[in-house]
């Protein structure tokens, strides 16, 4: 550490111009990689969780609830999907949580940049993680004997739905996660919302043989209109009301919780 | 209070204040944690300031830095309201915080690419920038390892390099040496005496006087969330008395007799609890080197002495006639709790 060099890289500061809310966006993006790329292991959720649900569901309750572990691949395989990823939405709330007990936040918040940016890429950096956890479902699905009727154009139309719930979906969990005080807190209400929602669904069992009450709830759940969109639209039979419903849920969900999110992570103390 | 010719920025007028709070108050719960300071930083100078735990200097630094709210009060940097011109401030500032600003779990290269991004910089200059950075704070061999694994002194140049990816007229420095080895902390002077002679204006948070001594132009010092005084260093000092020499004896039951030398050499004299010990003001070298030597002809045998500045104890005795107690409890607890 020489002076000359200090006083040299001190007088060549440069003064750029304020970066678009789009770029300040995209690098906590980058910066959501690159963590992913120094601790691989944060990927095990998207890959190896989704492997054991596949193999579990197909083979531990194929026979007894459909039949064949063939024909109940075709119904479960979207549901899996859909559940696989709605649970990671929940790490979005825990990471951020983890992320409040740093120093770094501090910079990040005093930084002149759009406000909402560091919720916004992280975000979109988890969703990433969503499409590895589809894709991962899907490939093991057709090694299985998945075959869907609408072919792979019809399977992306599928996984980009589920992950525009999905990154909807997160801003709940990152309301959850500035309101709480512990990650552990954050996983715990997390999964005690989404767990009843995603296993009174459609997910797993088609709800016709479902009490009335119970079945009107499994009907309205945005979790089974979800799963139904995923299935039409991987078979190629898709209402264009459910999609209408994902997406206006998905709408919604983001309208109410991003700037309750933005607000909590600005006013934090 | 006075102020010496500042440094750089030698075109703006005298008058020209970088940072300016009046009757700044922040509560958590029932504690004022900061209970009307008033500051006024002149551009271009190193300002200090001085207190214990939980005085309220980081709760001050994270008002002004737009990261609290202030309850009552005003404050400008650079003439920009913190609150209503919260976005106009961050584009003037820097924050060093006292949890290490950076992330953990990235490379030193990568926060400062990271940084260099957010602030908008292309990324072949962000790149360019950070390995210029990296390399002027003695980091290049470390820039591909995860902070995480850094030492205490190159997280807190890190933290500085992060600062200064971009240009900023304003730096705040929270406690930037609290915790490093005394040569980690030389580094971090060069680095803050380098960034005041370029002209940033700096406000320094510590609890060393020493520190606020060795780099601050003009010193506030804080208690339980008021500046209890202000000045210059040697305005400071000259109010506290500047320093003191400490002698330890090889043979306690000689302290006696080093007392009556010592009273004779530099008038009052102090006994330490330890038994071997005992001190008395004294500014200047030569009378302490003196009194020394008087001890070692009269057969006092002296295991060691030593010159120092008035302790944050010392400064906080004599300002306020009760030492510098630990205040945590009372505000950063609070404040911890409704986080």
């Known amino acids: ?269 | 209070m006075s102020f010496e010719q500042p440094r750089g920025l030698t075109s703006m007028s005298r008058t020209d204040l970088a940072i300016e709070t009046s009757g700044l108050v922040k509560s958590f719960g029932g504690t004022r944690a900061v209970d009307g300071v008033d500051l006024a930083v002149r551009a271009g100078s190193v300002y200090g300031v001085l207190g214990p735990n939980g005085a309220g200097k980081t709760t001050t630094i994270r008002m002004l830095a737009t990261l609290l709210r202030p309850d009552a009060g005003s404050a400008r940097v650079l003439g920009h309201d913190v609150v209503a011109e919260a976005d106009e401030v961050r584009g003037l500032v820097s924050l060093t915080g006292q949890m290490a600003s950076v992330d953990e779990e990235l490379t030193g290269r990568e926060n400062l690419v990271l940084l260099g991004r957010l602030l908008g910089l292309k990324w072949r200059v962000a790149k360019d920038r950070a390995a210029d950075l990296l390399d002027a704070f003695g980091l290049a061999d470390a820039s591909g390892r995860l902070v995480k694994h850094y030492s205490g002194g190159m997280r807190r140049r890190l933290d500085i390099a992060a600062s200064i990816v971009v240009t900023r007229e304003v730096m705040f420095l929270d406690e930037p040496t609290t915790g490093l080895d005394p040569r980690s902390r030389n580094q971090v002077w060069d680095i803050v005496r380098a960034l005041a002679a370029e002209g940033t204006t700096i406000l320094l948070c510590t609890q060393y006087l020493d520190e606020a001594d060795q780099l601050a132009d003009g010193i506030a010092v804080i208690d339980h969330g008021r500046v209890i005084a202000e000045g210059t260093p040697s305005q400071l000092k000259a109010s506290i008395g500047s320093g003191a020499l400490h002698v330890r004896l090889l043979d306690p039951d000689q302290r006696p007799v080093a007392e009556r030398l010592l009273a004779r050499e530099l008038s009052t004299v102090h006994l330490e609890p330890d038994p071997a010990a005992l001190s008395a003001p004294c500014a200047d070298g030569n009378r302490a080197a003196e009194a020394v030597a008087e001890l070692s002809r009269a057969g006092v045998r002296v295991a060691s002495f030593s010159l120092g500045q008035p302790s944050l104890d010392e400064v906080f005795l004599a300002l306020t006639g009760h030492p510098a107690d630990d205040q945590t409890e009372e505000a950063e607890i609070a404040e911890e709790e409704l986080a």
């Open chain 1, 1 to 269: 550490m020489t002076e000359a060099r200090l006083h040299n890289v001190l007088a060549t500061a440069p003064r750029p111009r304020r970066p678009s809310a789009l770029s300040a966006s995209l690098t906590f993006g980058w910066r959501g990689m690159l963590k992913v790329k120094h601790v691989p292991e944060q990927l095990m959720d998207v890959t190896l969780t989704p492997v054991l649900f596949v193999l579990m569901f197909t083979y531990l309750f194929g026979g007894a609830i459909a039949g064949s572990t063939a024909e109940y691949l075709d119904y479960i395989l979207p549901g899996i999907l859909v559940m696989s990823v709605l649970f990671t939405t929940v790490y979005s709330g825990v990471s951020l949580n983890t992320d409040l007990t740093k120093g770094v936040v501090d910079r990040f918040r005093s930084l002149p940049i759009w406000r909402p940016a560091p919720l916004v890429g992280a975000l979109l950096g988890d969703s990433l993680r969503y499409l590895v956890a589809g894709t991962v479902i899907v490939v093991l699905g057709v090694a299985l004997g998945y075959r869907p009727g609408a072919g792979v154009g019809g399977v992306v139309l599928a996984l980009a739905l589920v992950i525009v719930f999905a990154f909807a979906l997160s801003w709940v969990f990152t309301t959850l996660g500035l309101l709480l005080r512990s990650p552990n807190a954050v996983m715990n209400a997390g999964f005690t919302g989404i767990f009843p929602l995603t296993f009174l669904s459609n997910v797993f069992v088609d709800p016709e043989t479902l009490p009335g009450p119970l079945k009107a709830f499994v009907d309205a759940n945005p979790i089974s209109i979800l799963a139904s969109a995923s299935r039409g639209l991987m078979e190629g039979n898709v209402e264009s009301a459910d999609i209408a419903v994902v997406l206006g849920t998905a709408a919604l969900l983001t309208a109410l919780f991003a700037p309750l999110t933005t607000h909590l992570y600005r006013t934090r103390t």
